[in-house]
């Protein structure tokens, strides 16, 4: 029995407030973040005196995948530190000197949480809080429980880490998550060769998540995602930024193996040269699951299966398409966990109070979320419901919302919904007249391009007819 309304979850006005596409002004920076907040009339103890206040920012990787060498290249990839910095120090301030600021993150898992934190002098942000702010215990740390070593796409080493300090919660969903009676069940990827594991958790009537403490026991929640395109959901803004509080990453399915044809979302194509690549992949993944010297050797062997099979870069696979019909489920269920339970595991009794803070002065487009091209967007968007906020996002980036099912699927949950609004519900404040208003309405936007799979699908109703495309 629910315990809460969807609606106490937050509220469907959004502000999108525009300036500098740059970092270098720190003045101009923290105005624009400030109005932007301002504009949603937050109550006065939205932040009180004693909370634990969690900053969740989006630190996937300390680099850009298509160009490792530049050091400089995650701009379009993660929350940029001076963002971070800014949004810290506003709840800082509302603490007046009791409470905790925790800045935590579970990168993908192959990234190095140690470069990140050389590359943004996080060390350093941190000493800088605790000076400027004293009496506010300032904590920052990596989720993950492992590391990752990836040569080519092949998991060859992983080391342990130690995670949360609090620790981690197994939520239940069960009969209440998105995944009861999906036909994919017993097909589902996560994020490496470990099968058994990702469909364990997923077997009907049993659907399990396990998410790191330190978020699910905040008071108040602050996501700083970065505005960006992803293969798998099409955008990345708050609602998927959430993947990076689980410790597990395995536990999160990704895509459906096998092709449309066979139930799967793999691939938007079913053809038998896909089959077969499927067959053949699937079959070698368990193989090499666990056995890091034969990972090694295999290596080798996927240079020349992409020869036969195509480059990723040119070919959908790995559900990287607008057909992935998976991994929206897994996103929308990670919301229903920090909605309806806390860090015990049990029903709240009081929602919890969430803060969304976009990064959006230089967005990113194209291959997201890992190798973006910039966006010189100069925004800063907040809202206290992610829902409002990513359907906002979608029309700002140039993109139709209904067009993913993370989006529009977020107002159809039957079972622990979400939403207490419809999207006619959602309005836009701004310092540009044009944005403001219904979100639908807001004009001179921006025209993100889109993932190659989510291509002549997810662009506007106006785009596809400037690209000689009806929509659908």
Same mark, same amino acid.
């Given at each position: 029995?629910?315990?809460?309304?969807?609606?106490?979850?937050?509220?469907?006005?959004?502000?999108?407030?525009?300036?500098?596409?740059?970092?270098?002004?720190?003045?101009?920076?923290?105005?624009?973040?400030?109005?932007?907040?301002?504009?949603?009339?937050?109550?006065?103890?939205?932040?009180?005196?004693?909370?634990?206040?969690?900053?969740?920012?989006?630190?996937?990787?300390?680099?850009?995948?298509?160009?490792?060498?530049?050091?400089?290249?995650?701009?379009?990839?993660?929350?940029?530190?001076?963002?971070?910095?800014?949004?810290?120090?506003?709840?800082?301030?509302?603490?007046?000197?009791?409470?905790?600021?925790?800045?935590?993150?579970?990168?993908?898992?192959?990234?190095?949480?140690?470069?990140?934190?050389?590359?943004?002098?996080?060390?350093?942000?941190?000493?800088?809080?605790?000076?400027?702010? &004293?009496?506010? =215990?300032?904590? @920052?740390?990596?989720?993950?429980?492992?590391?990752?070593?990836?040569?080519? +796409?092949? /998991?060859? #080493?992983?080391?342990?880490?130690?995670?949360?300090?609090?620790?981690?919660?197994?939520?239940?969903?069960?009969?209440?998550?998105?995944?009861?009676?999906?036909?994919?069940?017993?097909?589902?990827?996560?994020?490496?060769?470990?099968?058994?594991?990702?469909?364990?958790?997923?077997?009907?009537?049993?659907?399990?998540?396990?998410?790191?403490?330190? &978020?699910?026991? =905040?008071?108040? @929640?602050?996501?700083?995602?970065?505005?960006?395109?992803?293969?798998?959901? +099409?955008? /990345?803004? #708050?609602?998927?930024?959430?993947?990076?509080?689980?410790?597990?990453?395995?536990?999160?399915?990704?895509?459906?193996?096998?092709?449309?044809?066979?139930?799967?979302?793999?691939?938007?194509?079913?053809?038998?040269?896909?089959?077969?690549?499927?067959?053949?992949?699937?079959?070698?993944?368990?193989?090499?699951?666990?056995?890091?010297?034969?990972?090694?050797?295999?290596?080798?062997?996927?240079?020349?299966?992409?020869?036969?099979?195509?480059?990723?870069?040119?070919?959908?696979?790995?559900?990287?398409?607008?057909?992935?019909?998976?991994?929206?489920?897994?996103?929308?269920?990670?919301?229903?966990?920090?909605?309806?339970?806390?860090?015990?595991?049990?029903?709240?009794?009081?929602?919890?109070?969430?803060?969304?803070?976009?990064?959006?002065?230089?967005?990113?487009?194209?291959?997201?979320?890992?190798?973006?091209?910039?966006?010189?967007?100069?925004?800063?968007?907040?809202?206290?419901?992610?829902?409002?906020?990513?359907?906002?996002?979608?029309?700002?980036?140039?993109?139709?919302?209904?067009?993913?099912?993370?989006?529009?699927?977020?107002?159809?949950?039957?079972?622990?919904?979400?939403?207490?609004?419809?999207?006619?519900?959602?309005?836009?404040?701004?310092?540009?007249?044009?944005?403001?208003?219904?979100?639908?309405?807001?004009?001179?936007?921006?025209?993100?391009?889109?993932?190659?799979?989510?291509?002549?699908?997810?662009?506007?109703?106006?785009?596809?007819?400037?690209?000689?495309?009806?929509?659908?």
């Amino acid at each position: 029995m629910n315990t809460l309304s969807p609606s106490s979850f937050g509220a469907p006005k959004v502000s999108v407030f525009s300036g500098k596409a740059s970092y270098d002004d720190a003045d101009a920076l923290r105005q624009q973040i400030e109005d932007a907040i301002k504009a949603l009339e937050l109550s006065a103890d939205f932040i009180t005196p004693g909370d634990r206040v969690v900053i969740k920012p989006n630190w996937v990787k300390e680099h850009n995948a298509s160009k490792p060498e530049d050091e400089g290249g995650w701009l379009t990839i993660i929350t940029h530190p001076a963002v971070v910095r800014e949004v810290a120090r506003w709840a800082a301030r509302k603490l007046q000197g009791h409470g905790s600021v925790t800045l935590c993150d579970a990168p993908q898992s192959d990234s190095s949480f140690a470069t990140i934190r050389r590359l943004h002098r996080l060390d350093d942000l941190i000493t800088d809080l605790t000076k400027e702010f &004293p009496g506010v =215990a300032f904590l @920052l740390f990596d989720m993950r429980c492992e590391e990752w070593t990836i040569d080519d +796409g092949v /998991t060859i #080493a992983k080391r342990e880490l130690p995670s949360d300090p609090s620790g981690a919660v197994d939520i239940h969903l069960d009969a209440d998550s998105e995944f009861l009676g999906h036909p994919g069940l017993g097909k589902l990827y996560g994020a490496s060769f470990d099968f058994a594991t990702t469909n364990r958790q997923h077997t009907d009537p049993h659907h399990e998540y396990r998410i790191c403490r330190t &978020p699910m026991n =905040a008071d108040v @929640l602050i996501n700083v995602p970065k505005l960006k395109t992803h293969k798998k959901v +099409g955008l /990345t803004v #708050a609602l998927k930024n959430l993947v990076g509080t689980t410790p597990r990453t395995n536990w999160l399915p990704r895509h459906t193996e096998g092709t449309p044809a066979e139930g799967g979302d793999q691939f938007a194509e079913s053809t038998a040269k896909r089959a077969l690549e499927g067959t053949l992949m699937r079959t070698a993944k368990k193989i090499l699951f666990g056995r890091f010297f034969l990972s090694k050797l295999f290596v080798p062997l996927k240079k020349l299966g992409r020869v036969i099979f195509g480059d990723t870069k040119e070919v959908v696979r790995s559900g990287n398409w607008h057909g992935n019909n998976t991994a929206w489920r897994m996103i929308l269920d990670l919301h229903k966990c920090f909605f309806y339970f806390d860090g015990r595991g049990v029903r709240r009794d009081k929602p919890l109070r969430y803060l969304t803070i976009v990064d959006g002065i230089i967005g990113g487009d194209g291959d997201g979320p890992m190798s973006c091209d910039p966006v010189a967007s100069g925004v800063i968007l907040a809202g206290t419901h992610p829902v409002a906020v990513d359907c906002v996002s979608a029309q700002l980036m140039g993109l139709n919302w209904k067009k993913t099912r993370l989006l529009n699927d977020a107002f159809a949950i039957q079972r622990l919904p979400i939403t207490g609004f419809a999207p006619s519900d959602i309005t836009v404040a701004s310092n540009k007249a044009e944005w403001s208003g219904p979100f639908e309405e807001m004009k001179h936007c921006f025209e993100f391009q889109c993932h190659f799979g989510w291509a002549g699908h997810l662009e506007s109703d106006e785009r596809l007819a400037k690209m000689g495309k009806s929509a659908v």
